[in-house]
């Protein structure tokens, strides 16, 4: 227990990423530890490991997948003859399926991190599109030495997609431990068994601090009643014993709320929201690294897309869209957000400063970035894609094709 407090504590000072950067009764608690009881029996009953093939015969069989925004990002990447895609979320394979359909003589690389899709990727490689579709098992991070295994060249792609964020089927999977509407273990690890030795989430809320807790639901979740939760967490597990299931860990973040404040939690379509929904999408973002990952991978996305390649990114919620946002037109990930212009000038004589120039005032809008961005709003889903897919009511899709300038040629 103390080696994975120690490694659950060197994460939350290597994951702090710099730009986001009333007590809960006893009574009620013990409550909340009574209900528990019968969701543990329920969650012992699940089987941990994930029979990737299975899962992905079902998955493949079954049809479940509805990608988010199909037309659009099929219309902007606009698929012709000997191009070459990357599909760095590849889930179940939607939005691959359609660019590979769209021409038959296109090629894709796969990226997912997760064993079920790359067992999907692989079926439909070896049953439908053979040498077309390259399935890569790996991270955002894993992108440059998985392609360079390839022979992929720096600037040599026509198109990359990454759709942000968790896909659906491991929303679905109660064994992931993703949602908090179906009860399961507290895992939440979007590489599954791949990485053994990754902590849980269930490692995170009984290992760390009431203070390191509270940092990771504030800053990954937005949650504004951070501490309050975080004084629940470490209450509970303290006094009955420690959080295992997706169900109890909602039950305990509920209790640290009154009827009329649960009442009153909305989400951004001002629909009413469970109480724990900000805290799971934290824990999840911070068990996967998932800001930090995306940063890097948009950083090697920028290296192998061609001059006049195509990048769509299709994001969930607005800490993925920030950086999307500022990627696309070239503002430092650590720059205050909102700063006025006065701010922006001090910002850039001091960075010239430091490297050795004379002070020059940076101008609002003379940013440095490779990037045209091909509207000036995002685009968002459709009332019939939210009706096909409820998910996709937050998504928001960026596109951008890649300027002439600053060529990489290694």
Not at 58 to 67: E, I, M, Q, S, W
Not at 119 to 147: I, M, T
């Amino acid at each position: 227990m103390a080696s994975m407090r120690a490694g659950l504590l060197m994460m939350c000072k290597s994951r702090v990423f710099t730009q986001f950067c009333h007590k809960a009764k006893h009574t009620k608690l013990a409550q909340c530890a009574t209900a528990n009881i019968g969701i543990r029996n329920v969650s012992s009953s699940y089987n941990s490991s994930i029979n990737d093939e299975d899962d992905a015969m079902f998955l493949h069989g079954n049809k479940l997948h509805t990608p988010v925004m199909l037309d659009e990002v099929l219309e902007f990447m606009s698929p012709s003859e000997n191009q070459v895609f990357v599909d760095m979320t590849f889930g179940a394979g939607g939005h691959s399926k359609a660019i590979l359909d769209a021409c038959p003589k296109t090629t894709l690389y796969a990226l997912d991190r997760d064993p079920v899709a790359i067992a999907v990727a692989k079926q439909l490689s070896s049953k439908c599109y053979g040498d077309r579709l390259v399935p890569l098992e790996g991270k955002f991070s894993d992108l440059g030495k998985l392609l360079s295994s390839h022979n992929v060249r720096h600037n040599s792609i026509d198109g990359v997609l990454i759709d942000a964020g968790c896909s659906s089927m491991q929303m679905d999977s109660a064994e992931r431990g993703f949602s908090l509407s179906k009860d399961g273990p507290l895992d939440m690890r979007m590489d599954s068994n791949r990485l053994p030795h990754q902590p849980t989430a269930a490692d995170v809320v009984n290992a760390l601090s009431e203070i390191d807790i509270s940092k990771i639901l504030k800053m990954y979740g937005e949650e504004r009643q951070a501490r309050k939760i975080a004084r629940a967490i470490v209450q509970y597990r303290e006094t009955f014993q420690p959080i295992a299931t997706t169900k109890e860990l909602a039950h305990i973040v509920s209790c640290a709320f009154t009827h009329r404040e649960a009442r009153k939690r909305k989400d951004k379509l001002s629909r009413p929201a469970h109480s724990a929904t900000k805290t799971f999408q934290a824990l999840r973002i911070f068990v996967n690294n998932e800001l930090n990952e995306l940063i890097m991978g948009l950083e090697q996305v920028e290296r192998y897309i061609k001059p006049g390649g195509k990048l769509a990114i299709i994001t969930f919620h607005s800490l993925e869209d920030r950086i999307a946002k500022r990627f696309l037109r070239g503002i430092d990930y650590s720059e205050k957000q909102s700063m006025n212009l006065r701010q922006k000038r001090r910002l850039g004589m001091a960075k010239d400063e430091e490297q050795g120039r004379p002070g020059i005032p940076m101008e609002e809008g003379h940013k440095t970035t490779v990037w045209k961005q091909i509207r000036k709003k995002v685009v968002i889903p459709t009332d019939d894609d939210i009706m096909k897919n409820p998910r996709a009511r937050s998504a928001k899709l960026r596109t951008a094709v890649k300027c002439d300038d600053n060529i990489d040629n290694d």
